[in-house]
């Protein structure tokens, strides 16, 4: 069982920036962060595996969203920047153990364990 705990969420003005964190238990094979808004479905947005830092990114994210790790923390980030009203959800961060082809890991199906969120608002 690998805990997954998220931070840096928090009330932001359209424009600006906010980076959040995930802190693990333990390493697993890759990492994602998902957001999901008020009545609306879970959504990918970026993905990283520990070992060669390969990342993919949901094609509506790129340019705006960062993903990292910091292997000696054992936690992930995601720097979000030019933060737009409709970027308003719960972030959450989740865990997969066993190797996939990081471009199909799009889905909560995907992955294994999941953080309880951080909510992060922008304002416009």
């Known amino acids: 069982q690998v805990q997954l705990v998220e931070s840096g969420g928090g009330l932001v003005q359209a424009g600006g920036s906010l980076r959040l964190s995930c802190a693990a238990s333990?390493?697993?094979?890759?990492m994602g962060w998902f957001r999901q808004a008020p009545g609306k479905e879970r959504e990918f947005v970026a993905a990283?595996?520990?070992?060669?830092?390969?990342?993919n990114y949901a094609d509506s994210k790129k340019g705006r969203f960062t993903i990292s790790k910091d292997n000696a923390k054992v936690t992930v980030y995601l720097e979000m920047n030019s933060l737009k009203p409709e970027d308003t959800a719960v972030y959450y961060c989740a865990a997969r153990r066993t190797y996939q082809d990081l471009r199909v890991m799009v889905t909560p199906a995907d992955y294994n364990y999941w953080g309880q969120g951080t909510q992060v608002t922008v304002s416009s």
């Open positions: 990283i595996t520990w070992s060669a830092g390969n990342t």
């Open positions: 333990g390493r697993t094979y890759a």
